[in-house]
C-alpha cells in the first residue's frame, strides 16, 4: 500500500538545523510530489513547502523561504527537508504528504506518521 | 495566520447533523480553486476526507460530504457519531503572492 515513513523525533538547540527524512513506498515515485505540514503545539495545520520528485523543483511558503530545503533521492525514493536558524517557535510536529499530481488543485494523501522536533536550550 | 477562515468549534449530538464552513477570498476559493478537508485526530496523521470539493476517497463513510459555493464552502456530516469527534481542516492554494497551498484555521468537533 501507499505509505510514507518518516524520521524519528528531534531535539535541537536555538539556531541549530534539523533534517526530517520522508520515505515513500507502494508507488512510483516520481509520478508525485510531497509537500511539508507542520502543526504546532494548540495551532493548526500549516504548509511549508513543495518538491517535485520528478525534476526537484521546489517552492516553498514565506514564513520559511531562506530558511528550509528540500531535497528528493530517486534511489531511496525518500525526501528530506532541512530547515536551519531554528527559533522556539519551530517547535511542531512536521509531517510529509503526498499529493494528487494536480498541481493548483492538489490534495494531499498519504500523509506520513509525523515527527516532532522540537527546539529549546 | 491562515486565509481559510473555519468556526473554532461545533458541537453535536449523536445521530445530529454538523456542518463546518470554511471562508476565503477572491484569491483561493472564489478563484475556483479546489477546496479538500481533512480530519486529524490527536497523535495521528490528518486523513483526507473529501477532495475536490465533493468527492469522497474510497472507505470515507457517506455520513460526510462537501459542498463549495462561491468564496466559501462546506463539509456536512450527518448521523454524527463519536468517532467523529475530531479537528476537520479545509485545504485550497491561494494564488496571492507568490502562490501557496493554504489550510483552514481548524474546526474541532465535539459529539455530545
Redesign the interface.
Known amino acids: 500500500q501507499v505509505q510514507l515513513v518518516q524520521s524519528g523525533a528531534e531535539v535541537r538547540k536555538p539556531g541549530a538545523s534539523v533534517k526530517v527524512s520522508c520515505k515513500a513506498s507502494g508507488y512510483t515515485f516520481t509520478s508525485y510530489g510531497i509537500s511539508w505540514v507542520r502543526q504546532a503545539p494548540g495551532q493548526g495545520l500549516e504548509w511549508m513547502g513543495w518538491i517535485s520528485t520528478y525534476n526537484g523543483d521546489t517552492k516553498f511558503a514565506q514564513k520559511v523561504q531562506g530558511r528550509v530545503t528540500m531535497m528528493t533521492d530517486t534511489s531511496t525514493s525518500t525526501v528530506n527537508m532541512e530547515l536551519r536558524s531554528l527559533r522556539s517557535d519551530d517547535t511542531a510536529v512536521y509531517y510529509c504528504a503526498r499529493d494528487s499530481g494536480r498541481l493548483r488543485y492538489n490534495w494531499f494523501d498519504p500523509w506520513g506518521q509525523g515527527t516532532l522536533v522540537t527546539v529549546s536550550s | 495566520q491562515?486565509v481559510l477562515t473555519q468556526p473554532p468549534s461545533v458541537s453535536g449530538a449523536p445521530g445530529q447533523r454538523v456542518t463546518i464552513s470554511c471562508t476565503g477570498s477572491s484569491s483561493n476559493i472564489g478563484a475556483s480553486?479546489?477546496v479538500?478537508w481533512?480530519q486529524?485526530l490527536p497523535g495521528t496523521?490528518?486523513?483526507?476526507l473529501i477532495?475536490?470539493n465533493s468527492n469522497r476517497?474510497s472507505g470515507v463513510p457517506d455520513r460526510f460530504s462537501g459542498s463549495k459555493s462561491g468564496t466559501s464552502a462546506s463539509l456536512a456530516i450527518t448521523g454524527l457519531q463519536a468517532e467523529d469527534e475530531a479537528d476537520y481542516?479545509c485545504?485550497s492554494?491561494d494564488?496571492s503572492?507568490?502562490?501557496?497551498?493554504?489550510?483552514?484555521?481548524?474546526t474541532k468537533v465535539t459529539v455530545l
Open positions: 491562515s480553486y479546489d479538500h481533512y486529524h496523521a490528518p486523513k483526507l477532495y475536490g476517497p481542516y485545504q492554494y494564488s503572492l507568490s502562490g501557496s497551498y493554504v489550510f483552514g484555521t481548524g
